[in-house]
């Protein structure tokens, strides 16, 4: 590897010189994110972290895409914060350490049919039913269109058993539940029936559309579910997707409810308001836990307390499915359509997910009720199908 490493002083930079580090930065006399990056332009790949408290500004602004920080030690204070939306982009993760307990065995949605294909791709898939993601993600059309072009990675085939509607609403949301539910370390990379039994999830936020994708991807995989919700009526949509223990954290005392269930606290969290719910996660989460963060509803950084998270070499993984390593992202789509031709994924208030759908000259007004946050998903239609 490239080795940059900082110091306080000449005599630390021949020791470290010694040792074989490459770039040597005394952070007393220089500016440690400049030298950084005049040597690392896009960032580094892995951080060893002594200090955090002091150090976690300047490792946000140097961390490359899929960068690690590695922290093991709590100099210079009892907590670390973190900028959330920034670490989301690059996927960044955030990894705690302590030696004594760690792991034995240490390691834009839509459908269509095609109507036509380009060169290099096989004529059998004319005609044949696709959803899509990302179809708006770096190109100037997406899929509020009677047709639409994309990569032929990003169509895939609609499982028999679905309905356009089903496929519609997968896309984002369920990459996105399927990346956070499979970043721990004690977690597996993939998922099918079996693969989270013996796991403990928490869905932060059960009646949204990456809680409920969670619940019904950890449901299939078997796991032991545990949301959280805001009103009785979601209580009944998280329980209608599958959630085992539904707690209403505005009457609920969350912490004990968890402990209550999962006394050794959880496998692995799937968060939507780290700002607001990182004291309880951490309080929660287990030997080795994972928390998978894939938005900032809340508050623009988290703070997190560093020796009790130490101690369970517990992962606090952010998550943006646009810039995810194209290895997961590939073993995310198949897990899903697997999970889908299993008919263990469901739309509808009846699974949890209502929907709202719009005709494609109601576009318009289907933003404005998105602006509205509604719970479910909104489904417009380009064609009668």
């Known amino acids: 590897a490239r080795i940059i490493t900082t110091v306080s002083g000449p005599e630390k930079a021949q020791l470290a010189a010694a040792a074989g580090a490459d770039e040597i930065i005394n952070y007393k006399t220089q500016d440690v994110v400049a030298e950084v990056h005049k040597v690392a332009p896009h960032g580094?790949?892995?951080?060893?972290?002594?200090?955090?408290?002091?150090n976690a500004s300047v490792d946000a602004q140097v961390l490359g895409m899929h960068g690690s920080v590695g922290i093991y030690a709590g100099d210079g204070g009892d907590t670390v914060t973190i900028p959330i939306r920034p670490m989301m982009g690059p996927n960044a993760r955030w990894q705690f350490i302590l030696v004594y307990t760690e792991p034995n065995d240490a390691k834009g949605a839509g459908i269509e049919d095609v109507n036509a294909v380009g060169n290099g791709v096989d004529p059998a898939v004319l005609g044949q039913r696709v959803w899509l993601w990302e179809a708006a993600q770096g190109r100037p059309w997406g899929t509020a269109a009677e047709y639409s072009v994309v990569p032929q990675r990003q169509a895939v085939l609609l499982p028999a058993n679905a309905s356009f509607d089903l496929g519609a609403?997968?896309?984002?949301?369920f990459l996105t539940a399927h990346r956070c539910l499979t970043v721990g370390e004690a977690m597996p990379d993939r998922l099918d029936p079996g693969a989270l039994a013996g796991k403990t999830v928490l869905v932060q936020g059960g009646a949204g559309g990456v809680g409920n994708a969670a619940i019904q991807l950890a449901r299939w995989a078997d796991a032991r579910i545990i949301t959280t919700v805001s009103s009785p009526?979601?209580?009944?949509?998280?329980?209608?997707?599958?959630?085992?223990?539904?707690?209403?954290?505005?009457?609920?005392?969350v912490v004990a409810e968890v402990r209550k269930v999962a006394p050794h606290g959880v496998d692995a969290i799937v968060e939507v308001s780290v700002a607001r719910n990182a004291s309880v996660d951490a309080e929660v989460l287990g030997l080795h836990g994972v928390v998978g963060i894939y938005a900032d509803d809340g508050g623009d950084t988290v703070t997190i307390p560093i020796r009790a998270m130490m101690v369970p070499n517990a992962r606090w993984q952010f998550v943006l499915v646009y810039t995810e390593p194209n290895d997961a992202k590939g073993a995310a789509i198949e897990d899903i359509n697997a999970a889908v031709a299993d008919g263990a994924v469901r739309v509808g208030r009846e699974a949890g997910l209502?929907?709202?759908?719009?005709?494609?000259?109601?576009?318009?007004?289907?933003?404005?009720?998105?602006?509205?946050?509604?719970?479910?998903r909104v489904v417009v239609t380009v064609a009668d199908l």
């Not at 580094?44 to 002091?54: C, G, H, L």
């Open 233 to 253: 009526e979601k209580a009944q949509l998280a329980a209608a997707a599958g959630a085992d223990e539904i707690i209403n954290y505005r009457t609920q005392d």
């Open 354 to 376: 209502p929907l709202h759908p719009f005709p494609l000259a109601e576009t318009a007004k289907a933003h404005e009720t998105l602006e509205g946050s509604p719970t479910g």
């Open 44 to 54: 580094v790949d892995a951080i060893v972290e002594v200090s955090v408290a002091r």
């Open 169 to 173: 609403c997968l896309g984002v949301p």
